[in-house]
T-cell receptor
Framework: AQSVTQLDSQVPVFEEAPVELRCNYSSSVSVYLFWYVQYPNQGLQLLLKYLSGSTLVESINGFEAEFNKSQTSFHLRKPSVHISDTAEYFCAVSDPSSGGSQGNLIFGKGTKLSVKP | DGGITQSPKYLFRKEGQNVTLSCEQNLNHDAMYWYRQDPGQGLRLIYYSQIVNDFQKGDIAEGYSVSREKKESFPLTVTSAQKNPTAFYLC????????????FGQGTRLTVV
């Protein structure tokens, strides 16, 4: 069964510094990969996704993630963070060959990003 | 605007009482899902439904029940059998065929005292 590991439960960083949130998944089969963001007491919002094609995917607010099949990783990066990026970030994986549907979507335990002035 | 609406946002109940959480979507999605979120645990799937009048247990279905009488609605009942019901509950929806992502509601925080 698929599993997702987010190596850091908390990442403190100063404003305008770069950040990397790490995500590894267990299987080397073809997968869909996602990063979601959650602000306090709110639902999850899709930040970016990898389905196929280019291994580097970008979001509209400056985040990017790179799919690395050999390392089974999908790390999230931003070159310069803002206070408003403070949130919890979840990595998720799904195996499209299993018939699709979110019933097969597996989440990591989350990484809390705290941006300090 | 299209989206998923969960209500209420905060809910308090006494121990031993059943409570029902509402989830409505106007995205015309076939599939709907309930997740439970606890600090440091990520999201765990409770139930999901891919079509009206059908639903499947997720990883932690014990102590919960659902119904799917309408495409737009997927209420979750937290029963008195759920040993530790205090948590943040998230509802989501998606298409089924050609699925590529999920859409989440704003969540309901349930506190049982």
């Amino acid at each position: 069964a698929q599993s997702v590991t987010q190596l850091d439960s908390q990442v403190p960083v100063f404003e305008e510094a770069p950040v990397e949130l790490r995500c590894n998944y267990s299987s080397s089969v073809s997968v869909y990969l996602f990063w979601y963001v959650q602000y306090p007491n709110q639902g999850l919002q899709l930040l970016l996704k990898y389905l196929s094609g280019s291994t580097l995917v970008e979001s509209i607010n400056g985040f990017e993630a790179e799919f690395n099949k050999s390392q089974t990783s999908f790390h999230l990066r931003k070159p310069s963070v803002h206070i408003s990026d403070t949130a919890e970030y979840f990595c998720a994986v799904s195996d499209p060959s299993s018939g699709g549907s979110q019933g097969n979507l597996i989440f990591g335990k989350g990484t809390k990003l705290s941006v300090k002035p | 605007d299209g989206g998923i609406t969960q209500s209420p946002k905060y809910l308090f109940r006494k121990e031993g009482q059943n409570v029902t959480l509402s989830c409505e979507q106007n995205l015309n999605h076939d599939a709907m899902y309930w997740y439970r979120q606890d600090p440091g645990q990520g999201l765990r799937l409770i139930y999901y439904s891919q079509i009206v009048n059908d639903f499947q247990k997720g990883d932690i279905a014990e102590g919960y029940s659902v119904s799917r009488e309408k495409k737009e609605s997927f209420p979750l009942t937290v029963t008195s059998a759920q040993k530790n019901p205090t948590a943040f509950y998230l509802c989501a929806s998606s298409i089924v065929k050609g699925w590529t992502e999920a859409f989440f509601g704003q969540g309901t925080r349930l506190t049982v005292v």
